[in-house]
């Protein structure tokens, strides 16, 4: 927010940074020839708080949908794990028929 967008949300009133003294941070500075208030100064604070416990739910929130997302990809894993195990077997009981038609067929032809 620019210093004229900043003046016209707090009544008039701005902060600005004192180029002279740049370790205290920001000034008061009247726009409007009078100074700010404490009343003002207790609301924004009472804003920011309000604001950093919104951010503070949302943000816990996050964590917890992250938590579950770990929890099903691990229960992805397990479940993916288990086919894999249980799908070993198909390949040799395939190796092992085919084995035995072409003995079964060599034993036919060498029989007559």
Same mark, same amino acid.
């Given at each position: $927010? #620019?210093?004229? /967008?900043?003046?016209? =949300?707090?009544?008039?009133? *701005?902060?600005?940074?004192?180029?002279?003294? %740049? !370790?205290?941070?920001?000034? %008061?500075? *009247?726009? *409007? @020839?009078? %100074?700010l208030s404490i009343? &003002? $100064?207790?609301? /924004?604070?009472r804003d920011l =708080?309000?604001?950093? #416990?919104?951010?503070?739910?949302?943000?816990? *929130?996050?964590?917890? /949908?992250?938590?579950?997302?770990? @929890?099903?990809?691990?229960?992805?894993?397990?479940?993916?794990?288990?086919?894999?195990?249980?799908? &070993?077997? $198909? %390949?040799?009981? #395939?190796?092992?028929?085919?084995? !035995? #038609?072409? =003995?079964?067929? =060599?034993? !036919?032809?060498? !029989?007559?």
């Amino acid at each position: $927010m #620019g210093g004229a /967008e900043a003046a016209n =949300a707090h009544g008039g009133e *701005s902060l600005e940074r004192d180029a002279d003294q %740049p !370790a205290r941070g920001l000034r %008061p500075v *009247s726009v *409007s @020839s009078r %100074p700010l208030s404490i009343h &003002w $100064m207790y609301q /924004e604070v009472r804003d920011l =708080a309000q604001t950093v #416990g919104r951010i503070e739910c949302k943000v816990d *929130s996050f964590l917890d /949908e992250a938590k579950d997302i770990r @929890s099903d990809v691990q229960d992805h894993e397990l479940r993916i794990r288990t086919l894999e195990r249980a799908r &070993w077997p $198909m %390949p040799t009981i #395939g190796v092992l028929a085919g084995v !035995a #038609g072409a =003995a079964t067929g =060599a034993i !036919a032809l060498f !029989a007559r």
